[in-house]
């Protein structure tokens, strides 16, 4: 972590080196008009000794929808005590949670959203006046859709960026045979329709081919 407090991004903005209508007047705010940004924070509990930590945000994908992302809120958990504990200040906050079996995909629109929370409209040179206040940025995703689309962000807002990943899920097992969804779901349901299996059958395979959180078997894309 930087020792220096001035060095750090955040710095810019809690110490009003960032005008708050950047975008619109161009003109450099007053001190005091900090205060709005410093209470939003400390609204939460924290410190002003918090605040001369560099602030590390963490951007998960946790949802309750899907397997992919269902126990990423315990690893977030993890990870903001190792940021407390190396001397940072994590502000954790969700971010789009993309998975096909369950809506239509679009890294772009996941990869503009979260750019425009951390960095604001015009980006890191031409921050925003709402822009999220950050030294560096922990990316908490899983699957195919979110882990690019992350990736294109943090490529875009520039900052130092760790990305920790929810891993795969285990191959289910199906009358003894070990099954994955999308790969072995389209076999099985092709004998389905040739009869070469029941409904029960198919009910069953629905019952084990996802048995645990992680990404899809296949890691398709």
């Known amino acids: 972590m930087m020792t220096h407090r001035q060095d750090l991004r955040t710095y810019r903005f809690l ?3 960032i005008s708050w209508s950047a975008v619109k007047m161009r003109k450099p705010r007053s001190e005091r008009m900090s205060w709005i940004l410093k209470a939003l924070i400390k609204s939460g509990g924290y410190t002003d000794y918090d605040l001369e930590r560099p602030i590390i945000d963490v951007v998960n994908t946790w ?9 990423l809120r315990m690893i977030s958990e993890a990870v903001k005590r190792g940021v407390w504990s190396a001397g940072g200040f994590p502000i954790e906050y ?19 959203q979260t750019e425009s929370v951390i960095c604001g409209v015009g980006g890191e040179r031409d921050p925003a006046p709402y822009a999220e206040p950050a030294d560096a940025v922990i990316f908490i995703c899983s699957c195919d ?16 960026s760790i990305f920790v990943l929810g891993g795969s899920m285990f191959p289910g097992n ?3 045979e070990d099954v994955v969804c999308c790969t072995d779901a389209q076999r099985l349901e092709r004998d389905l329709r040739a009869g070469k299996i029941t409904e029960t059958d198919w009910k069953e ?3 084990c081919v996802m048995p ?3 990404a899809c078997g296949p890691m398709g894309t």
Not at 63 to 71: D, K, L, Q, R, V
Not at 145 to 154: C, E, H, N, S
């Open 94 to 112: 969700n971010t789009v949670s993309l998975c096909p079996g369950q809506s239509l995909p679009n890294r772009n629109l996941l990869a503009l």
């Open 174 to 176: 199906w009358k003894g």
């Open 15 to 17: 110490a009003c080196k």
């Open 63 to 71: 949802s309750e929808w899907n397997p992919g992302h269902n126990h």
């Open 212 to 214: 645990c959180s992680g």
């Open 205 to 207: 395979f629905q019952r």
């Open 145 to 160: 859709k979110d882990v690019p689309a992350l990736l294109m962000a943090a490529a875009r807002i520039n900052l130092p």
